[in-house]
């Protein structure tokens, strides 16, 4: 295979926005599996498919003045969110949106959560009411209003019989009948022994249990167990010395997680209070530290825990006496950089494109004239050049871009907007033009992807289509070609999109986990894949051989014949002997698929961990084989080698990736995201005294 000349880039200053809340649904009320939502800082919103190996494909770009505040699920799936714009609104998980918004007339909502049967939403407002609105089949709709009390309503939690909410206020917890409306008890919470005389206690998480026991987390870092027929306190646990912000029960009832505003995440468990006894109390059973800043929030399933906060992680921790066998669900998982491209890249102009929420950035790569042996550092005669940056207007975020392989057209979309630049590089002056009077129908782009010869821009948009438009220098405009649609009817939005060089093909992925390939030259479908049970990461099309090569969130590997219309030779070889057992157990998917300049038979991979060049010359690494091999070859002769090699060449020396691609034939350009960096630029966290300091 070779040695490969690798330029470092460290160019994208990529920070995850924290996490503010999380909310978990299965069955019943999703048919389909396990799903987490996870809303953010900047009001974006993605899906975590939990039994695809914890995939993020479903993107929802964030928006300036629709931050959630809370998230909570619906009867058939339906996700809401509720912000401090006073605004409750619905998600469409098909086509990425928002579906509609609709004002609750209370000021900014703090907290809401759903009716355990999933047909009502009880929203906390800023002026002291709890708001019912009913679920109906297309909307939702203002029920009643339960008794109005002093202070916002910060955190709300219904009983499992749906009879009761639970409502934390400052210094206050409200205890209502829902079917009177009426507040029956009210317990006051203390403040800390430490806290400033004056200062309030802010009930920031609350959790409603069977037995009519309420659970409370408040600003004083205590968890404190209540009656809440009688207004007594049963135990006081405190967890942390600046704040408890959030709790979350498991579904049995059985046990229980709070974050704190110290990174750590506790969890208490209904246990005997003494062997042999079958009375049972809530016991303090184990710690977690697993962030550096505040978890802002926490959801429980049935075998493990989720939490996220500030430092932007997604945390998944499995609970080890819940999980029956070794699978993806027995993983402890870290999840900070997406799980989708971000990096748009020109081989020829070598440069490349970087998507931030709010703006793009283009630079050109720089260069080195210097030569050396493997493992040397070359200094670079020529810097990079941060040419431009393109700021989106207006409040909704970027949701997708591209950059042509002429490096001479630049598009990006939001929710509702799409935009087409045409830009100039000429000497060290560029020039960029927006392209005027695009088609009106591009407003849902939710995946874009230039020609290979940039005269033609793909836009994907929701139900399966794919908009064609052909690009014209001459006059700095586009025009629209025709859309490319499936034969079946979906609502679901096109995420990922391949063409091939010779501009024959295109495949198209969709939220419905099918992959449909369209003939350009005759501008219908070609055929359709066939069906996996885990999504797509990413897709590409061979540029002599026109085969799709698919990765899926698995981690399994297909090749598509387009002509023939079946799985290549190669393909069956590797679903029949199976791919590496250490390969199959990473827990971060494919993002991205390049073929070589050079050698038509490697295959570039990558996710966040480590990039892999495929020989599919070579034999498949067996079981026993040791899958990162390249060091202990080098240790054999020559002639050894060959006989010990697999087509599997894995790179590890290189992360966090946010990209790799080959930048020539014996070269590669890789994009990485310093954790030391990322995390400078964090807040600071709250301030612990260690031993010895």
Known sequence: MGEFEVHRARLFSFVPSGVRCLAFAGPPLLAS???????????????????????RGKVIPGHETQVPEALCWGAGGRLFGAGLSGDI?????????IKYSLDAFGGPLWSMEAHPNGTQLAVGCDDGSIKLFVILPDRIQFERQLDRQKGQILSLSWHPSGTKIAAGSLDIIHIFEVKSGHCTQQIRVERGLQAPQGQSCVVWGLAF??????VSADSSGKVQFWDSEMGTLLSKHPVSKAAALCVAVSEAGDSLVVGTSEGTVIQFQLLPACLGHTELQWVRTRQFHHHTHDVRTVAHSATAFFSGGLDGQLVIRPLMEKVEFKSYEAALRKITFPHRCLVSFAR?????????????????????????????VLPVSRPPEHLLQLKAKGPEHIGSSCLSPCGGWIAYSSASRFCLHRVRIE?????????????????????????????????GSDRGCVHVLKLL?????????HTLRPNTETAEAVYLLAASTDGTWLAAASGDREINTYSLEEAKLHCTV??????????????????LVIAHSDQQLFEFSLANREYTPWSRKVQQSGLHRNWLERDTPITHLAFSPRQDTLLLLHD?????IIDKTLPLPSETSVLSNQLSLLQLPRAAQRSASHAFKVCKKYQPLLFVDFLGEDSLVVVERSITDLKAQLPPPVYQKKFGT
């Open 33 to 55: 599996g396990p799903l987490l939502a996870l809303a953010r800082l900047d009001g974006a919103l993605e899906l975590c498919h939990l039994q695809a190996n914890a995939f």
């Open 89 to 97: 609104f619905e998600y469409d998980l098909q086509r990425l949106c």
């Open 209 to 214: 249990l069977s037995d009519n026991t309420v």
């Open 348 to 376: 020829k102009p070598r440069l490349l494109l970087f998507q931030y929420p709010q703006h793009l950035e283009l630079w050109r790569l720089g260069a080195t004239d210097a030569t050396g042996k493997a493992g040397d």
């Open 427 to 459: 000497g060290g002056q560029v020039s960029l033009q927006r392209v005027p009077n695009v088609p009106k129908l591009l407003r849902s782009a939710h995946c874009l992807l230039f020609s290979a010869d940039s005269t033609r821009l793909f836009v």
């Open 473 to 481: 220098k001459s006059r700095n405009s586009c025009k629209h070609l």
């Open 530 to 547: 066939p069906a996996y049970d885990c999504p797509a990461s990413a897709l590409a099309i061979h540029p002599l051989t026109n085969n």
């Open 608 to 612: 966040t961990y480590m990039f892999c």
